[in-house]
């Protein structure tokens, strides 16, 4: 528990710069959206221009913003309460922590830590003397994540029919090729704890890494998002005055 909440707060710090971005750049797109997009438009209006795509698609969206913004923040608030309700149930926080496995950068963290917790917790388990059925029971309740708890407890029904731990972890399709063939060689020798430990403290070592390079690797994404709209808004607001200029030459 300790470790996981580490974890999460080292994701959280390094989440909390590009989360302000986005919370900036979303405040100034309402602004750009409810102020300055009508204000070029009465300019446009006078000159009665032909405006580019760009101009008229951003002035469509301002139009529908200002009348319509009560409604959207009334669809925005009931979503939210929804959404937050699906995860809260039993099909929705299945599909949620499956969901959170395929997430670009955010996923692999949290796949690899995981894969440390069930590594570590299976290993302890298994090393105190719990039976192997039951210890399963106890690893997939605390994993923290439902959808690998359910893959564990498809592991446990094939395992109780007399087939093999790796066999099952391989039939899940959830663990990676490591784990399948660490969990081989401690069947092989009769010390599955030890080899666990192993890749406990491989996945820990790899979290780790992960977790320092996320601000790196989430840069290039963001930049790329800010490059889009800003490229989008100076398209629409310049282009028509940039022809404006010309026509007037």
Same mark, same amino acid.
């Given at each position: 528990?300790?470790?996981?909440? $580490? +974890?999460?707060?080292?994701?959280?710090?390094?989440?909390?710069?590009?989360?302000?971005?986005?919370?900036?750049?979303?405040?100034?797109?309402?602004?750009?959206?409810?102020?300055?997009?009508?204000?070029?438009?009465? %300019?446009?209006?006078?000159?009665?221009?032909?405006?580019?795509?760009? *101009?008229?698609?951003?002035?469509? %969206? #301002?139009?529908? #913003?200002?009348?319509?913004?009560? @409604?959207?923040?009334?669809?925005?608030?009931?979503?939210?309460?929804?959404?937050?309700?699906?995860?809260?149930? +039993?099909?929705?926080?299945? @599909?949620?922590?499956?969901?959170?496995?395929?997430?670009?950068?955010?996923?692999?963290?949290?796949?690899?830590? +995981?894969? $440390?917790?069930?590594s570590r917790a299976f290993a302890m388990i298994l090393s105190s003397g719990v039976p192997?059925i039951a210890g399963i029971n106890i690893v997939a309740g605390a994993v923290g994540n439902?959808? %690998?708890?359910?893959?564990?407890?498809?592991?446990?029904?094939?395992?109780?029919?007399?087939?093999?731990?790796?066999?099952?972890? *391989?039939? +899940?399709?959830?663990?990676?090729?490591?784990?399948?063939?660490?969990?081989?060689v401690g069947e092989e020798t009769g010390n599955i704890s030890e080899m666990l430990l192993?890749?406990?403290?491989?996945?820990?070592?790899?979290?780790?890494?992960?977790?320092?390079?996320?601000?790196?690797?989430?840069?290039?994404?963001?930049?790329?998002?800010?490059?889009?709209?800003?490229?989008?808004?100076?398209?629409?607001?310049?282009?028509?005055?940039?022809?404006?200029? #010309?026509?007037?030459?």
């Open positions: 528990l300790e470790r996981e909440k $580490e +974890t999460q707060s080292r994701i959280k710090s390094a989440l909390r710069y590009p989360s302000m971005v986005i919370i900036a750049i979303a405040i100034a797109m309402g602004i750009v959206n409810i102020y300055v997009i009508p204000a070029f438009k009465g %300019v446009f209006d006078k000159i009665n221009a032909e405006l580019p795509w760009q *101009t008229q698609l951003l002035i469509n %969206v #301002s139009d529908f #913003s200002v009348v319509y913004w009560p @409604h959207i923040m009334g669809v925005i608030i009931v979503l939210w309460f929804a959404a937050k309700y699906y995860v809260n149930s +039993t099909a929705g926080r299945l @599909h949620w922590d499956e969901t959170l496995l395929k997430i670009p950068i955010i996923g692999k963290i949290i796949s690899q830590a +995981t894969m $440390e917790r069930f192997l439902t959808f %690998v708890g359910s893959k564990l407890q498809q592991m446990r029904l094939g395992i109780e029919k007399g087939d093999s731990i790796s066999r099952m972890a *391989t039939s +899940t399709q959830l663990f990676p090729a490591l784990v399948i063939q660490m969990i081989m192993e890749v406990a403290d491989y996945y820990e070592a790899e979290v780790d890494a992960e977790v320092k390079n996320l601000s790196v690797a989430i840069e290039p994404i963001l930049l790329a998002v800010i490059g889009a709209m800003v490229l989008i808004l100076a398209l629409g607001i310049f282009l028509p005055m940039w022809n404006l200029s #010309s026509a007037m030459k």
